[in-house]
């Protein structure tokens, strides 16, 4: 019986912890990757496709969630004095009513490409450049939404004089 009784505890202590780790790790429930042309020219539109690939059995909110509670997909590139930020381009959202939701919800699933559109500073005198950015979601499953967060990603550009 006390052998029963030491499984049954262990089974249980082994569900919370992982339930605790993926409470206290959402930003692993995305991969990063960016796509950039090979060569870029100062002074030009350059988009770069960050590119979110979401794990299966998760959502992310949408840049624009349809619920006010909810925090929003936002990718930002950091502050950079050779570049200049034209735009960023979302795309559409998925909606979906999920188990704990009254009312649809707009998310990404699978993966979600973010353009941002940029210009490097005609006075930028390097033959490359790096980047860095940060992506801030909030992941979803199916039962619960889990805290925000944020993952880093970087990336270089060669600059063809």
Same mark, same amino acid.
């Given at each position: #019986? !006390?052998?029963?009784?030491?499984?049954?505890?262990?089974?249980?202590? $082994?569900?919370?912890?992982?339930?605790?780790?993926?409470?206290?790790?959402?930003?692993?429930?995305?991969?990063?990757?960016?796509?950039?042309?090979?060569?870029?020219?100062?002074?030009?539109?350059?988009?770069?496709?960050?590119?979110?690939?979401?794990?299966?059995?998760?959502?992310?909110?949408?840049?624009?969630?349809?619920?006010?509670?909810?925090?929003?997909?936002?990718?930002?590139?950091?502050?950079?004095?050779?570049?200049?930020?034209?735009?960023?381009?979302?795309?559409?959202?998925?909606?979906?009513?999920?188990?704990?939701?009254?009312?649809? #919800? $707009?998310?990404?699933?699978?993966? $979600?490409?973010?353009?941002?559109?940029?210009?490097?500073?005609?006075?930028?005198?390097? !033959?490359?450049?790096?980047?860095?950015?940060?992506?801030?979601?909030?992941?979803?499953?199916?039962?619960?939404?889990?805290?925000?967060?944020?993952?880093?990603?970087?990336?270089?550009?060669?600059?063809?004089?």
């Amino acid at each position: #019986m !006390r052998f029963i009784f030491l499984l049954l505890y262990t089974f249980f202590l $082994a569900a919370i912890t992982n339930n605790s780790l993926a409470q206290t790790l959402p930003d692993k429930v995305i991969d990063v990757k960016v796509k950039t042309p090979k060569e870029v020219v100062k002074d030009k539109i350059i988009e770069a496709d960050i590119i979110l690939q979401i794990k299966n059995g998760w959502h992310i909110n949408s840049n624009k969630p349809l619920d006010e509670s909810l925090s929003p997909t936002i990718v930002t590139l950091k502050d950079n004095s050779a570049i200049k930020i034209i735009k960023t381009i979302y795309p559409e959202p998925v909606l979906t009513k999920l188990q704990f939701s009254q009312s649809q #919800m $707009a998310l990404y699933e699978d993966e $979600a490409v973010i353009k941002i559109q940029f210009k490097i500073d005609k006075g930028f005198n390097k !033959r490359a450049i790096k980047l860095n950015g940060e992506v801030e979601f909030q992941p979803c499953n199916n039962q619960t939404c889990l805290f925000p967060s944020s993952k880093p990603f970087t990336f270089e550009l060669k600059i063809n004089k």
